[in-house]
């Protein structure tokens, strides 16, 4: 087979590339394990490999499993094969067990840093997701043994490859922390404000007037405004995400699922409130978002309401935001069918009462949280910048 050679290379480096079968240069270790006959050790499940990035972001006791697992010593390359194109890698941090799922793979010619680089490239992922199964795929080990890789035969060059991209591992894991600190930040913040402990100043430094309690009809009113002029088409239908918040449902989804005709839907103009009776794991009886893109339309499943002049509806936003806060208010008023579909009418939505702030309060508290989700979103930008960089460069310095 022919050497070949990256685009990118150090200079002191000038040796054609050595090239072998996967299979060559590595091998599965055959270490087993029984939970039930061995002592309590660390084991590492699929859940606890973080996709796409190599981290482990958690284990769990081999005590609470009960199936053989796979045995690894620290230091391991260690791979899950069921549903290869998540990508899930990493190295050991400590010696232990795995699932069966997770291959502790073992090399005599690569160092283990380099490896798991080349674990990280769109060329093995390329090999890795031509797997057998259809509803659990698992990646082919006869046919990644079988494929051809290049590499460094000098230990010196790998170490110096490697280097780099754990440089760049931990500049993104820094980036995650602070994403993390970041959130957990605007979580404390949100419920120091909504529990009044924090409370801010008008602009000559006084206190805005004590909250009142109101409800939801003195806030909100429902608009029934379809789409019966057909103003929007399907490209303009509109999903309601617990992440994301009211987003176009193709770039959402990547297609709209609206029927036939969409002249029934509901129009949403920017700054309405929708509520969608669907509900989440973290959202049992649905979940309230306002609307802070273009205009659009939602199927009759959703509720959509107007601001009154006594509410904001990025205030709101951020309101019911806070899971604690959505699923008080709507716990009493939603009664779940036998299929666990909502039963609650529109206006019903709107009969029990919060706390709330006069409207300038409400519009400095939004604009001191969007100043939070600007710090946000500039972080996870440059994690996005990062991790573009580094395929890039992955696909420079390797073959």
Request: proline share 4%; net charge positive; aromatic share 10%.
């Amino acid at each position: 087979m022919e050497s070949k050679t990256p685009h990118i290379r150090f200079k002191e480096f000038s040796e054609s590339w050595d090239i072998k079968p996967f299979g060559e240069l590595v091998s599965i270790s055959k270490g087993k394990f029984n939970p039930e006959m061995g002592d309590n050790v660390s084991c590492i499940e699929l859940e606890h490999i973080e996709k796409g990035t190599g981290r482990l972001i958690g284990f769990i006791d081999s005590k609470l499993q009960k199936s053989t697992k796979n045995s690894f010593s620290k230091g391991q390359v260690l791979f899950g094969k069921l549903r290869p194109n998540l990508r899930k890698y990493c190295i050991a941090p400590f010696d232990g067990v795995c699932s069966s799922e997770i291959l502790p793979l073992e090399t005599n010619y690569l160092t283990n840093e380099f490896l798991k680089s080349l674990l990280s490239t769109e060329k093995f992922h390329r090999v890795s997701t031509i797997s057998s199964g259809s509803k659990m795929p698992r990646a082919d080990m006869e046919f990644i043994n079988a494929y051809p890789f290049n590499y460094p035969s000098s230990q010196s060059e790998q170490e110096k490859v490697s280097s780099v991209f754990i440089a760049i591992d931990g500049k993104i894991n820094i980036l995650k922390e602070r994403v993390n600190i970041l959130q957990l930040y605007k979580k404390g913040m949100l419920q120091q404000i909504f529990k009044q402990r924090i409370r801010f100043k008008d602009k000559e430094g006084n206190d805005f007037p004590n909250w009142k309690v109101l409800k939801l009809n003195e806030l909100l009113i429902e608009h029934k405004v379809r789409n019966s002029g057909l103003t929007f088409n399907k490209n303009d239908v509109l999903s309601v995400s617990g992440d994301l918040g009211i987003v176009n449902q193709i770039k959402h989804l990547g297609r709209s699922y609206a029927g036939e005709s969409v002249a029934n839907y509901h129009v949403v103009h920017e700054g309405d409130i929708v509520y969608t009776k669907s509900p989440l794991k973290a959202n049992p009886y649905g979940i309230i978002k306002s609307n802070q893109g273009k205009a659009g339309i939602v199927s009759t499943l959703y509720a959509v309401y107007s601001c009154k002049n006594t509410a904001y509806h990025k205030y709101l936003d951020y309101y019911f935001a806070l899971d604690d806060n959505v699923n008080r208010y709507l716990r009493p008023l939603v009664h779940k069918g036998a299929k666990n579909d909502m039963k609650i009418n529109n206006q019903r939505v709107l009969i029990d009462s919060i706390s709330i702030p006069c409207i300038e309060e409400q519009r400095k508290i939004a604009s001191f949280l969007e100043t939070l989700d600007d710090k946000l979103s500039q972080v996870k930008k440059q994690i996005e910048l990062t991790q573009t960089f580094k395929k890039g460069l992955l696909q420079q310095m390797f073959v």
